[in-house]
């Protein structure tokens, strides 16, 4: 039956809906300028009907209301989704990352009251924790490497600096708590930008003036400010305080020397500037992975040696480069 209310609605892809699938929210096809339910809330869609969505359907739709109950009910299946091999890898990365963007987004809402921000941050953490086993396969980060770099919005650039951060830690075998802390870090690091003039964060930093790169300069701290309201992992908060230091003493806020910074940071720093100089921004275009490794080789005191040799070997394996 179509549905002839006003509600708004809000497009899922059939691939996140499980095999078996009985949520709590209702699922509708959409056919012309009408929705109509296709799985009631509650009732079991079994997998012959699911299947035939996946042959037929590339977009389905929840009522917006229902998008916290439908970001839950992710959180809970991303694992299951992701080791599920009959699914085609390609298809679980893009839902992984159609995923990780809805959720990006929602985190970045620019004055997001104090515990909404918490409890999406919470639900970011979940993906995490339960998709960095899968974001660490040179398979799947090769997948990922080619949705993450489309969009410039400050959230993609985090989602895509978070996922080359975990796996580069692991090139060193850093613990789950640290993996995990390091990488909400790395997805946050850039958030102080969102309380910035858009005229000043999206511009090309050549073109500021003095006093406009000074105000660029406040957001590490104004990412730190914004997240204190809630307990961050030390970690995280000193990866984005310390995101911009460089190993020669000349980076912001405090030009620290590679002595004074955790691993955690210098890997942020590091996949920070790489994932920057990939991805298309609307001042330029993207570099090529190799030219955006040899442009950090190539400037003195931007990456320590061993950690750049350590973060293209990951990229050379997973056959980026």
């Known amino acids: 039956m179509a549905n002839q209310t006003k509600q708004h609605y809000t497009p899922i892809s059939p691939l996140t809906i499980r095999p078996d699938f009985q949520g709590n929210f209702e699922i509708y096809l959409r056919h012309d300028n009408s929705y109509v339910l296709f799985n009631g809330q509650g009732r079991k869609l079994s997998r012959d009907k699911r299947q035939e969505l996946l042959n037929n359907i590339t977009k389905l739709y929840i009522a917006t209301r229902d998008i916290e109950l439908y970001r839950q009910y992710l959180t809970e299946h991303i694992r299951a989704l992701l080791e599920d091999e009959s699914i085609p890898l390609d298809d679980r990365t893009k839902a992984w990352t159609n995923t990780a963007i809805?959720?990006?987004?929602?985190?970045?809402?620019?004055?997001?009251?104090?515990?909404?921000?918490?409890?999406?941050?919470?639900?970011f953490e979940s993906l995490l924790q339960n998709s960095s086993g899968f974001m660490q396969s040179p398979d799947s980060l090769r997948h990922l490497s080619q949705f993450m770099g489309k969009g410039y919005d400050t959230y993609h650039h985090g989602i895509s600096t978070m996922v080359y951060t975990v796996n580069l830690l692991q090139e060193y075998r850093s613990g789950d708590y640290e993996t995990l802390a390091c990488g909400m870090g790395a997805l946050l690091h850039?958030?102080?930008?969102?309380?910035?003039?858009?005229?000043?964060?999206a511009a090309n930093p050549a073109s500021l003036s003095p006093d406009d790169h000074a105000i660029l300069a406040l957001h590490p701290m104004l990412g730190v400010r914004a997240c204190s309201y809630f307990n961050l992992p030390v970690i995280a908060s000193n990866c984005i305080?310390?995101?911009?230091?460089?190993?020669?003493?000349?980076?912001?806020?405090?030009?620290?020397?590679?002595?004074?910074?955790?691993?955690?940071v210098k890997a942020v720093a590091l996949c920070n500037v790489y994932d920057n100089f990939t991805r298309t921004l609307p001042y330029r275009r993207a570099m090529a992975p190799f030219d955006a490794l040899k442009r950090i080789m190539d400037t003195p005191?931007?990456?320590?040696?061993?950690?750049?040799?350590?973060?293209?070997?990951?990229l050379s394996r997973a056959k980026i480069v």
């Open 102 to 123: 809805a959720m990006g987004r929602e985190l970045f809402e620019k004055n997001l009251p104090g515990p909404a921000f918490a409890n999406r941050y919470k639900r």
């Open 241 to 264: 305080l310390f995101h911009h230091e460089r190993p020669d003493g000349k980076g912001y806020p405090t030009k620290a020397t590679p002595d004074d910074l955790p691993l955690e």
């Open 301 to 314: 005191g931007l990456a320590e040696p061993d950690m750049l040799k350590r973060l293209i070997k990951l």
């Open 190 to 201: 850039d958030i102080g930008k969102t309380e910035l003039p858009r005229d000043i964060t």
